[in-house]
């Protein structure tokens, strides 16, 4: 049977934002977290503390954590590739801190700049440096069903990498279909292979809409006992190092099915509507959520 109640984790201001040319003010960033909050998300992936060479777009996350309202039950996370990460992750007290390996070798390498292997060794100092802080600690795995340079991802790399993730004391662990190429069967096979060794209140499902399977793929998690979800208002979002993906699944698309399952989010759907037209808006395009659109048409 499915959960009577899912924790959905908003990523816009991270996932959904990374890849956009035109660079964002810290203000904008500031205001859809604030907004976001007020919406009732528990949890609101914030920033990254990646090297700006890599992604600019992300540059400001100092600002931006410091400039946010924050209400002590909700959780701040932000992605940390090293200790240097770490160390700006700690310093504006985020709630969670996100290492984020591949269950794809290629994709490890164009992403991060090292093997598997290597991120593994790179994320135990920050795993142990959480740990100590007290910090929630998450770890997300690309790639979780193909690849933009290697094609399908075995099921096993997938098992590997959250094993290791598991061993460094990763309270989240996200399986994450970075290019939108996964569909229900095979979502439901990787969903059952993990949850084989980890708790499933502990796995999520993180999906990118570029083919248009990803609500079915939220559904075929949740029959595996899923119960956690990455989301982005009006459908935002891509990874600039994988090529060709688009948004995450919409934020409104899912809490509208939520809504039709009897599943609670805590999440107000209207406001984050109001949220979706007001960001794409501000980004000059039309919002990628199909509910958002017809919501705010009605
Ligand atoms: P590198 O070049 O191998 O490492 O990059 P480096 O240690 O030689 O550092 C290069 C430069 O970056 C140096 O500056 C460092 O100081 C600086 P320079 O000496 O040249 O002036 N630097 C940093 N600056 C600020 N903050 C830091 C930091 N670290 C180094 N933390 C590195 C390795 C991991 C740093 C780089 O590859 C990187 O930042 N990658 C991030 C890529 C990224 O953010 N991708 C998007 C997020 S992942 C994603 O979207 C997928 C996800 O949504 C799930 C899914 O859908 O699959 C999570
Ligand atoms: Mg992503």
């Known amino acids: 049977s499915l959960p009577d109640r899912v924790k959905i984790v908003e990523v816009s201001p991270r996932d959904g934002l990374q890849n956009e040319k035109g660079i964002i003010a810290a203000a904008v960033k500031i205001e859809l977290i604030d907004r976001l909050t007020s919406a009732g998300f528990q949890n609101i992936e914030a920033a990254s503390f990646v090297s700006p060479k890599w992604v600019p777009q992300m540059a400001d996350g100092a ?6 309202q924050r209400l002590p039950d909700t959780i701040y996370s932000v992605l940390t590739p090293n200790m240097r990460g770490f160390n700006d992750a700690l310093a504006v007290r985020a709630d969670e801190v996100v290492i984020f390996g591949s269950a794809s070798e290629a994709f490890s390498q164009k992403n991060i700049n090292c093997s598997i292997a290597e991120s593994i060794a790179r994320f135990e100092p920050v ?3 959480a740990k100590a802080a007290g910090l929630r600690l998450r770890g ?3 790639c979780s069903l193909g690849c933009p340079y290697q094609g399908e991802t075995p099921i096993q790399s997938v098992v590997d990498v959250a094993q290791r993730f598991l061993a460094l004391g990763c309270d989240e662990i996200d399986v994450a279909d970075t290019i939108g190429v ?3 069967k095979r979502v439901r096979q990787v969903m059952d292979a993990v949850t084989r060794i980890i708790d499933p209140a502990r796995i999520s ?3 990118h809409d570029t083919y248009g ?3 079915a793929n939220i559904l075929a998690s949740l029959e595996a006992g899923i119960s956690i979800f990455h989301t982005s208002v009006a459908g935002l979002g891509g990874c600039p190092y994988a090529k060709g993906a688009t948004g995450n699944v ?3 698309d899912v809490l509208f099915m939520m809504d039709g399952l009897d599943i609670e989010t805590g999440v107000d759907l209207n406001e984050v509507v109001d949220i979706g037209m007001w960001i794409s808006a501000h980004l000059g395009r039309k919002t990628a959520s199909r509910a ?3 919501l705010a048409a009605r």
């Open 63 to 68: 600002e931006v954590m410091l400039g946010i």
């Open 127 to 129: 795993a142990q440096a």
């Open 140 to 142: 997300s795995i690309s």
């Open 182 to 184: 996964g569909t229900p």
């Open 205 to 207: 499902g993180h999906f």
């Open 213 to 215: 399977q990803s609500l």
């Open 250 to 252: 919409a934020t409104e």
């Open 292 to 294: 958002g659109s017809a």
